[in-house]
């Protein structure tokens, strides 16, 4: 661990979610104090005081909502100490069918996953450019390196989610600040259980949380979870449209 990273605040948005949870919970065995901010951060405390005793570190909760953009200024502003790592994994991947049909669903969808996520990390930036130092994580996905017609409204908010950290990271990378996307692909999780995933594609909770804080210690700028999605998505992005738009993807 660098002197830059160690000892820092860790904020987590979307902390209660699997991915999030084990993300925070490898910071804090590096002796990181966390934050977890989630919209019902109450239901967060058994997980809270079991991190807390056992790294002895400070793990704060506290409530976000990233769908209110009026109170983005406000939480930020809020926060204290003001964290020198901010990890995003918010996210909602929603039915694709129903997002055809939906665009209340689909709006839902592109928000949580695009709009939400870069305004509220875009904050986050102008305070870290101020100071000249810190570290932002985006949690994108495989789905955003070309459009499927498995999950396009997915994948086309994950698509401008990861274009907007790139255009960020080239704003900041003279001005001190980190700026890493995060790839996961396929993740175990209770939302896939059931599914029937390849296991060389799939990673466990853990693993991406290990692959984030590697991220940030290694000033990485862009990581597939799993490197092996890195060739995949190499193959899925060289198929020529005329051909691909023929696929079952």
């Known amino acids: ?16 979610s699997e991915i999030g949870l084990a993300i925070g919970r490898v910071f804090a065995a590096e002796g990181h104090n966390l934050i977890l901010a989630a919209r019902d951060p109450e239901s967060l405390e058994p997980e809270r005081a079991d991190i807390a005793l056992r790294h002895d570190i400070e793990v704060k909760l506290t409530q976000f909502d990233v769908l209110d953009t009026e109170s983005m200024h406000g939480f930020v502003e809020a926060l204290d100490p003001a964290p020198e790592i901010v990890v995003s994994v918010i ?22 996953n695009y709009e939400g996520p870069a305004l509220i990390l875009g904050l986050f930036a102008e305070r870290m450019v101020a100071a000249k130092k810190g570290t932002i994580v985006g949690v994108s996905s495989v789905a955003g390196d070309r459009g499927r017609a498995s999950n396009y409204v997915y994948g086309s908010a994950k698509a401008g989610f990861t274009a907007f950290l790139s255009g960020l990271r080239n704003r900041c990378a003279r001005l001190g600040v980190q700026v890493v996307t995060v790839k996961p692909g396929f993740v175990a999780t209770r939302m896939t259980e059931g599914m029937d995933l390849p296991a060389a594609l799939t990673a466990a909770p ?20 799993r490197p092996v999605w890195g060739l995949v998505m190499r193959i899925i992005t060289a198929i020529p449209e005329r051909f691909f738009k023929r696929t079952d993807l």
């Open 91 to 112: 996210g909602l991947m929603g039915e694709q069918a129903e997002n055809e049909r939906d665009p209340i669903a689909a709006t839902q969808v592109m928000r949580s």
């Open 1 to 16: 661990m660098t002197d830059a990273t160690r000892k820092s605040t860790v904020l987590i948005l979307g902390g209660r």
């Open 206 to 225: 853990e693993e991406v949380g290990q692959a984030v804080l590697r991220a940030v210690e290694r000033g990485r700028d862009v990581v597939y979870v």
